[in-house]
């Protein structure tokens, strides 16, 4: 993997083998953060990655500047290399060893951006569940995006806060947005 773009440009990523991930491709990654680019100044970013695997989603809000970052999976190695990679870079990433469920039931902290990368053998009621938890607990900032990766086989549309979704490859990213009431 590839960090593409901000001050670790070009910067190859090797993850160690044996790792329980399958990391966001360097053309959907690089297709969804134009998407974001067009929506969001980095810098001001407060961004929630969860089932963080190699860290590859983190590491390219890092490379882009933005100022608070964390990590989460359920996976010690995952968390190791991610917290490794982080000091090594300079990173502000905090790499969070837990259950995203259990980890999204308790955090008492609002983000910006919350990316939810779940195996693809996730079936749509797990998805929702996450959904559904982030929508209930407020961890969104006002203005704020939760973007799901999913495969093919998985069909978030119906779910309440959906906007919209853009497929790149075998990867389907599903966005959602808080739904505002008019006053």
Do not use: W
Not at 49 to 55: A, E, I, R, Y
Not at 118 to 133: M, R, V
């Amino acid at each position: 993997m590839r960090i593409i773009s901000g001050s670790h440009k070009g910067r190859r990523i090797t993850a160690p083998k044996g790792l329980p991930v399958r990391p966001t491709t360097d053309m959907a990654k690089e297709a969804l953060f134009n998407i974001l680019n067009n929506n969001y100044y980095f810098e001001d970013l407060e961004v929630l990655d969860l089932f963080s695997g190699t860290g590859n989603i983190s590491f390219e809000f890092a490379s882009r500047g933005s100022r608070e970052i964390m990590a989460v999976d359920k996976d010690y190695r995952c968390i190791k290399f991610i917290a490794k990679m982080a000091k090594e870079l300079d990173f502000n990433i905090s790499a969070i060893k837990s259950d995203v469920f259990k980890f999204i039931e308790k955090v008492n902290l609002n983000f910006d951006i919350i990316f939810v990368d779940p195996p693809y053998s996730f079936s749509n009621e797990d998805c929702s569940k996450i959904a559904s938890i982030v929508f209930q607990r407020q961890l969104l900032n006002e203005n704020g995006t939760l973007i799901i990766e999913h495969s093919k086989h998985t069909d978030l549309s119906d779910l309440e806060n959906f906007k919209y979704m853009k497929k790149y490859g075998g990867s389907i990213f599903s966005f959602f947005e808080l739904n505002k009431t008019m006053e």
